[in-house]
């Protein structure tokens, strides 16, 4: 009598590179890890902060550096890449309707856009007080 073995379909560790959608998809995924890199950073800063003006003033000074300069700008197009295909994916994962008509997904994104320069000059406003 024979062991029935289950099928297990070969995969390849690159079958995301043959199609285009999967490529973006782990793309815009991998960005997720430029952003959680620099959260730590911040949270280093915090972290210094909280230690006292010496420690943060020498965090400060290491964040001048070209190395933290070239990393803060890489992060910054990570996170805006991953910002504009959310925003674009966003009218896919929110299925909104206004008096029995379907809301175009144009305007979802261009809201989204809106808000998104709202919150920000908020945000410089704030800051620069």
């Known amino acids: 009598m ?3 073995q289950p099928y297990i379909r070969p995969m390849k560790h690159n079958w995301w590179l043959k199609n285009s959608f999967y490529l973006k998809y782990m ?3 991998g960005s997720s890890i430029a952003t959680a890199i620099y959260s730590l950073v911040l949270l280093c800063g915090l972290f210094r902060l909280a230690q006292g003006e010496t420690a943060f003033a020498n965090w400060l000074h290491a964040m001048q550096s070209p190395v933290a300069i070239i990393f803060h700008l890489v992060a910054l197009f990570w996170v805006l890449y991953h910002s504009v295909t959310w925003f674009n994916l966003a009218p896919k994962a ?7 008509k379907k809301v175009p997904d144009s305007v979802i994104v261009k809201s989204m856009y809106a808000l998104l320069a709202i919150v920000s000059l908020l945000i410089l406003v704030i800051v620069s007080i």
């Open 27 to 29: 793309i815009r995924e």
């Open 94 to 100: 929110a299925d909104l309707w206004f008096k029995d």
């Open 2 to 4: 024979s062991i029935r």
